[in-house]
Each structure stands twice: as C-alpha cells, then as structure tokens.
C-alpha cells in the first residue's frame, strides 16, 4: 500500500514514477513539493524515481488564487 | 555594429579597465560603477562580463527606454527611464548593472576607452554584424 | 498637462504638492460634491503606525466619515482610494495597487476592492496618500487633480463619455497635449452598467506605451463603481510629474533594489516552467482548476467539463499578444496583464468597433464562461470588454447569470419572464445579450443587475419559486456573489470565503490546495489558524501598494526544501526587506500579522456599526457545502458515500439519496458552526462573532467610538 497525503490509498505498483502517480491523481499544479518517508523529492527525479512500497507520500501544493 | 571583445589569454587582471570605465562615466574610480567586470574562479581563470548589445533587454523595458541607436548599440534613454530594473534581472549577461546612488542602470556602449588603456591588450572594439 | 477647457469649473483648489517622503506624502485629499469643498487633512503618526496605507487609511476615513446609519447611497456615503506606502515603487514587481472602500449597494456594508493600474501611486506623487470622495453632485462632474499644475478642480462634465473605453480615448486626445502627457495621466471612470446595476466596478487606467493606448484593470467587487455614479461622478482624473526610481524617497533604495532585482531575475529564469504569466496570464489556472474538479460549472453543480479546453490558457496565450511588458504598474515583470488586440466587436452599441480586450482573467473565464457553461472564446471576449466598458463586475455578472441559468432550467424563470431571452447553459448570445440589457437598465436586464440577494427576493415573490431552493443554490453571501472557486470538499475554504469581512471573495484565504488536496489542514485548530494567518497575511498586502500575484505565482526554485514552504518565505522576506527599505521601520515577518490585524478588526467592528457583521452575517448557501440537487450528490457518490460510511457510521447502501443527502447536509452544516466557533476564537472574538474588547486593546485599536460598538453586544 502507498498512502497519500495522510488520507488517500493506493495498491504498490512496482515501478509507479512519482510522475506516473501525479498524473493518475490528475494533479497538473505547477507548485507543488513531493515528499517520500519524509524526503523532498527534487522535480527532475519525479520521471524516473519509482515510489517504494508502504511509502508516506505527501504531494503538497502551494497557494494559487491572488 | 561596433562591439567590444576580451581574450582570456591576454587579461592579467589588473583591474584598470573597471577604473577608467567608472572614471570616465562616473567620474570615480569604483569598480561598483563600471560597465565592464573582470572576474575570477579563484583558480586563475578570468572572465569578463559586458554588454554584447543583444537587445534582449528592449522588449522588457516598460517605457521605450531602451533601444538600439543608429550604430545598432542598445542606449538608454534617462528622460524615459522609471528605474524599474526589469533589464537587470532579464540580462541573459548579467551586463546590465546597477549601484544603489544611482536611480537609473547602466551598461557598455562601445565607447572604446577601456580598450584604449588596456596594458595587455585584450580589450579591443571589434566589427560585429 | 491639460489643453484649454470649455467646461465650467465648480470649484478650484490651488495647491503644492507635498514631498513624498519615505513612502508617504503626509496629506490626504477630502473632496465633498454636495457642497464642492476641496480641502487636505493631515495624515497623523496614529494612523500610519496602526493602519499603515491603502485599506488601513480607507477605513479609517471612512469610518469618521459616515454615520452609522448611513445608506449606500446617502450622500454621506464615501469612495476612498489609497495605495500604500510602497505604491508606486518600480524596482519590486507588483507595487502599483490601490485598495478603494466604500458602503456596498450589494451587502450594505463596506466593500474593499483591490485595482492595479496607475491612478493611485499617480494619486500620490500628486501628493495624496488618499483621496476621499463625500456627497452627491447635482449634475455630472469630474475631479481632476494636477500635481505639477498645482491644481485641483472640479467641473462639470457634460460633454465626458461615461463607458470606459470612451473615457480613455477623451483622456489621452482631449487631457494629454503631448504623447509625454499621456504617459503620467490616469482615470477611474464606471459606466453605464454602473448606473443600472448595484454590480458597477471602477475601471483604473495605464497608459500602454508600446500600444500608445489607454488599458484598463478593475477595482471589481461590491458595486463601488455604482455609488461612483450614483454620486453623478463620470471620472476622476490625475496627472503627476515623471515617476523616477525614488519616486518615493525611500529610506534604504539598495535594500529595494537588491529584492527588486533577485525577483525580476528568479521571474525571468523560472516563470516559463511554473506558472507561464508572463505568456498567459492567470488564464492558466482554469484548466488546472478543471483537473482538480475545482472549476465552477453550471453554478457551482460541478467541478469539471470536457469543453474546458476550448478556454484554457494554450487558448489564451495563443489570442494575447506576446512580446509586451504586460505590468499593470512600471517594474512588473510578472506582466500578467495581457490583452487580445485588435478584437471586432459583435454586439451591442459599439458593434464592429476593433477594440483591445482587457483579459480575459481567470475569473471572468470561470465565470461567465464555464459557470455558465459557456466555452465560446468570442463569448468571453465580448463579455469581458463590455462588463469593464460598461463599469459591470465580471464576477457578479458570471456568477449571477449562472444562478439565472440554472432558474431557467429549473423553471422558474421562462421567455417570457425574461423577455425572450433563452437563458440556458451555454447560450453565449443570451448571455451577451442579458449584459446590454443590464446596462441599459431594461426589462428582465434590471432585475439581474440587483444582483443573487435580491433576486431571491424577487424571483419568490414575483415568480412563485421556492425561497428555500433559491437560498441554496443563488451564490451570495453577505449579499456580494462568490468568486470563481468549488467549496464543497473544502470546509477550509467554506470558511474562507463564508468568514470574511467583505463578503465571498477570495482576496482574504485561498486554502482549497491546502485542506482538499494535501490535506494539511485536518483538524479545526489547524483550519482554524489558516483562517487567521492568511486573511491577515494577505490582507497585508493592501495596506502597503502589493500585489500578491508575485507572491504566490512564482516560487523561487529551492522553495520546497523551506520549513513552511505554503507561506513562500523567501518572498515574504523580500515583502519586509523592501517595506523597511521604502518606510525606514525595521519590522518582522510576525509584524505583518499584527498591522494587518487591526485593520481586519476595525472592518469587523465597522460591519457591526452598519446592522449586521454577527455570527448569521457568516452563513453561506448550501451549494457552497455540499450536493444541493440529486445530480450533485450522484456526480460524487464513491466520494459523499464513502464519508456517511467512514464519518457517520452510516450504512448507505440501504438508503434514499434523498435521505443521503438529508445526513450529509446535517452533518457538514454542523461543521460549518463548528469552523465559525473556532475561528472566531482564534481571532479573539466573542460566539458571535463580535472582537473582544481585550483583543481591541491588545491591537491597540480600543477608541471610544469603536469600543461604543462593540460593547453592545457583549
């Protein structure tokens, strides 16, 4: 199990991307940080870092809306 | 269009044409008020920031305060200039400058006298088309 | 500045303009149209330490200057403009706003607006720190005030456009003698929809230089442009000297200029890979919100639809000109008020006029096109121009015309009622036409244009519908109609735009990212203390001349590894770097909280004088919490079934979706009671929303007259 943002769970996909869980999520914001178990995530590892199994994932995004 | 050029293997760093630059514009000897910055890595290598007149900084003026004169240099027009700084920041050289006593930046304009007073030789004006 | 005027002047003021010393010229400018009185008062110690500039000074003069009794549009009633004292500094992107206040024909209580576009720093190197407008006009008049001229006057105006794009081209052709002249002139104006409609904005003027023509940004919640005519006001005009780098005077340029700088260059390098304002504008938060579910569709049903890409920000990027320094104010390198040029006109009076459009914004797409389902480029554009000609909000207009929409669906309202128009989902001609109506001030037009409140009112009494049903679904709170944004997974945000002062505008809090999506914010306290920092972060802005665009819309790359990264704190400490470089006052990041406290406050105790500002004045309409319809809750079923399960303890297969619906509304408007208790005890006030005397006192705002108020109610 993969747990999202404290709330949401998914099944472990061996090999899902950090990308490849934003675009299922559809989440297409521009300002946001990932964080796996704890770690930020720099933006340029989100195609190739796969997310672990049993991770604590937190896609947290910024403010929009001025 | 008659722009200035450095070579590297000349320079030896003497720093003199950062101090003619600012006397001649600014009427001081201040490395902070040149147009030209001779840099170094710390490593003996040195390099040379100044304004290749490439224009990028005219589309982000706010007022038409920046254009290109008739010899294709790019000139500021102080009447028009709000001291906004987009040009600083949008620089792709970092050739724009500013220094905190001034309102308004400023940048080479080819006027050659760096090269003129160069010991070594590794400034001159050259053709640019 | 002026060629030789044929208009009759009422009254004349000669004058010097102050100095602007450190952010502020010392002066604001008093100007009464009932008995033409021109007079300056001081600007004192007290109110520059409590309320700062911009918002902070709007309220305080319009706090001595009405009555508790006073109407929207009694002659008492005041229009006050300020920007703040870092209005008009051009090394820090986004330093032009102005805040304007005023008694809102659409809530009854003071409305706060926030508007780029140069009058008001123009305003100040004048030498205005603000400018209060009293009393009424008999006929038409217009204000001008000539800085180097040393000359204020107020004339009638007989031969003055009223629409604002007219009044443009009077500016530049018949005020400015020179093309310099043009460059430091600017006017406020309204319209005729402002004469017709309690929804009237204010439309502030920028001279685009590239384009050599008159631009526009709007001062648009809470009907300000309204009580502009209703005071027989057609347009204030000011004319200042050059504005320089320290045009301002201020204490430590460096300190400026070095934040200035980093900004413009972090914009510069980065802006392409976040957000693309530069290209687009806010234009691109509609699909984003789209993705989310966020976006508002057939008022506020749903978050979604698959036309959004027919008005996404590809689509607009592609329609604005490129290539423009698009600032609001000189030094915006944000740029992010773009224009489609050279757009032909389809409809109306101005028919096959090829004018600039000024926008569309996020809002105004969100709005008027997919709350109404509207997904027509044309439609928007037509819209757009004719709501800021006309002095219209886009945001009431779009939210207002959905709320018709959906009435017409429902059959309450039908052709005839309306006068023939077809005012389903998605007809843009309808809507386009129901605009020229509005503005004209006719048949069914003049209903729309009192606005959701009011329309509730009519539409059971005149029509027979359901005062329930309407309470549900019109989108008004406080009498003001919502912005552009889904609540109903969000109690966050329920409360950001249900706990405001001003009514449901965004301005205060936008949390939906924060609570609905990361979920950050899961318990009350937790809502709660978002409910007090970012109302009271952002309010800051306001009183200083900010935008808060470059806040927000652009992060410096290294943002994430930051403690707190929501709050951007880089940038924050640019905002104090460059307050205490313009005012020489050192202050903190927590500093920002507390300034910004006593003028949310004060408006808090403001609204109580005027008759409501209590705890019933927060309540919001059920479309904003949750499925009003049974195509809503179907729409979400997985998502409302899985809480009645997991929160209720509820077993929903066995139930009614009606009776579903009756649990889940039970359930969140209780939470919504719960949201207020918290927060109002976070912010120091009693259950009922009034501020506590002590929290007076703490914030140093504990006067007599305010304290008077309150002490009623405790």
Request: with cysteine; hydrophobic share 35%.
């Amino acid at each position: 199990m993969i747990r999202i943002n404290d709330r949401d769970e998914i099944e472990w996909e061996k090999g899902l991307t950090i990308s490849g869980l934003l675009e299922r999520f559809r989440y297409t914001f521009a300002h946001i940080i990932v964080k796996i178990n704890g770690e930020v995530i720099p933006r340029k590892q989100y195609p190739t870092r796969a997310i672990p199994d049993d991770a604590d994932v937190w896609v947290i995004h910024l403010i929009a809306g001025g | 269009m008659k722009v200035l050029s450095y070579d590297p293997e000349l320079c030896t760093g003497c720093y003199i044409c950062e101090e003619v630059c600012s006397e001649t514009w600014f009427k001081v000897a201040d490395a902070e008020k040149s147009s030209i910055r001779i840099r170094g890595d710390g490593q003996g290598i040195l390099s040379a920031v100044f304004c290749d007149q490439c224009g990028e900084c005219i589309a982000v003026c706010p007022t038409e305060a920046l254009y290109r004169d008739k010899k294709g240099i790019v000139r500021l027009r102080k009447k028009l200039c709000v001291g906004c700084l987009s040009c600083v920041g949008f620089c792709p050289q970092g050739a724009m400058f500013y220094h905190p006593d001034q309102t308004q930046p400023f940048k080479c304009i080819s006027c050659g006298k760096c090269a003129d007073e160069c010991p070594a030789e590794a400034l001159t004006i050259i053709d640019k088309n | 500045m002026s060629k030789q005027t044929t208009r009759r002047v009422l009254a004349e003021y000669a004058y010097k303009p102050s100095d602007v010393e450190r952010g502020y010229t010392g002066q604001t400018l008093y100007v009464n149209l009932s008995d033409n009185t021109i007079e300056a008062k001081p600007v004192t110690d007290e109110m520059k330490k409590k309320f700062v500039g911009g918002r902070g000074f709007d309220l305080w003069l319009l706090w001595h200057g009405v009555k508790d009794n006073t109407k929207w549009n009694d002659p008492e009633n005041e229009i006050v403009i300020s920007s703040g004292p870092c209005g008009g500094i051009t090394q820090y992107p986004g330093a032009g706003k102005s805040l304007v206040a005023s008694i809102s024909p659409l809530t009854e209580v003071v409305i706060d607006s926030n508007v780029g576009g140069h009058f008001g720093p123009l305003l100040k190197f004048a030498g205005w720190d603000a400018l209060e407008i009293q009393g009424k006009a008999e006929k038409d008049i217009i204000v001008v005030i000539d800085g180097p001229g040393g000359r204020i006057t107020i004339e009638e105006a007989d031969n003055v456009p009223v629409d604002t794009h007219l009044v443009g081209h009077w500016l530049i052709n018949e005020m400015a003698e020179t093309e310099e002249d043009r460059y430091y002139m600017s006017t406020v104006s309204a319209g005729t929809g402002s004469e017709h409609t309690r929804m009237g904005c204010l439309n502030f003027s920028l001279y685009d230089r590239k384009r050599k023509a008159p631009r526009f940004k709007q001062a648009g919640r809470g009907g300000i442009g309204t009580v502009f005519r209703d005071k027989r006001i057609k347009a204030l005009v000011v004319n200042s000297a050059p504005v320089r780098g320290d045009s301002n005077h201020p204490a430590d340029p460096a300190r400026i200029a070095r934040a200035g700088t980093k900004l413009h260059k972090e914009i510069h390098d980065h802006d392409d890979e976040q957000c693309r304002m530069r290209r687009r504008g806010t234009s691109y938060l509609a699909q984003i919100m789209d993705d989310y579910d966020l976006l508002p569709v057939h008022n506020y049903k749903f978050g979604t639809h698959p036309d959004t890409p027919k008005i996404n920000g590809d689509v607009w990027e592609a329609r604005y000109t490129q290539g423009l320094p698009d600032g609001c104010w000189y030094g915006c390198t944000l740029a992010c008020a773009h224009a489609v040029d050279g757009y032909t006109l389809r409809t109306g009076p101005y028919k096959g006029e090829q004018v600039i459009v000024d926008g569309p914004e996020y809002e105004t797409i969100a709005g008027c096109g997919s709350n109404c389902c509207i997904f027509e480029p044309w439609a928007l554009l037509e819209i757009n121009f004719y709501c800021d000609t006309y002095g219209i909000d886009t945001i009431s207009f779009g939210t207002g015309t959905a709320f018709v929409m959906e009435c017409y669906e429902a059959g309450i309202l039908d052709q005839e009622k309306t006068g023939g128009l077809e005012l389903n989902f998605g007809n843009a001609s309808a809507a386009v036409e129901l605009l020229h109506l509005m503005a004209r001030g006719e048949g069914f037009g003049k209903i729309v244009g009192q606005g959701i409140r009011r329309m509730k009112t009519y539409f059971a009494e005149h029509f027979g519908a359901d005062p329930a049903f309407l309470q549900d679904i019109g989108m008004e709170a406080k009498g003001l109609e919502y912005s552009e944004y889904v609540t109903k997974e969000s109690l966050a945000q329920q409360g950001g735009y249900g706990l405001t002062n001003k009514g449901p505008q965004h301005d205060e809090a936008w949390l939906i990212f924060m609570d609905q999506v990361s979920n950050l914010l899961p318990t009350f306290e937790d809502k709660a203390e978002a409910l007090h920092y970012f109302p009271m972060f952002r309010t800051w802005f306001g009183l200083c001349g900010f935008c808060k665009l470059p806040w927000n819309d652009t992060q410096p790359p290294d943002n994430a590894e930051t403690d707190e990264p929501a709050k951007i704190p880089e940038h924050v400490q640019n905002y104090v770097d460059v307050f205490s470089g313009v005012t020489g006052q050192e202050i903190t990041k927590e500093d920002i909280i507390a300034m910004s406290e006593r003028v949310y406050n004060l408006q808090r105790v403001f609204n109580i004088r005027l008759g409501h500002g209590l705890r019933d004045h927060d309540n919001v309409p059920y479309r904003s919490q949750g499925p009003v319809t049974i195509e809503e809750y179907e729409s979400r079923a997985e998502r409302y079934d899985k809480q009645l399960q997991e929160i209720l303890n509820l077993a929903p297969a066995g139930m009614t979706t009606e009776a579903k619906m009756a649990a889940l509304r039970e359930y969140r408007e209780e939470q919504y009671e719960k949201l207020k208790d918290a927060v109002y005890e976070r912010r120091g006030w009693t259950e009922n929303a009034v501020p506590k005397v002590e929290t007076l006192k703490k914030l140093g705002i504990d006067y007599p007259d305010v304290v008077a108020v309150v002490e009623k109610h405790l």
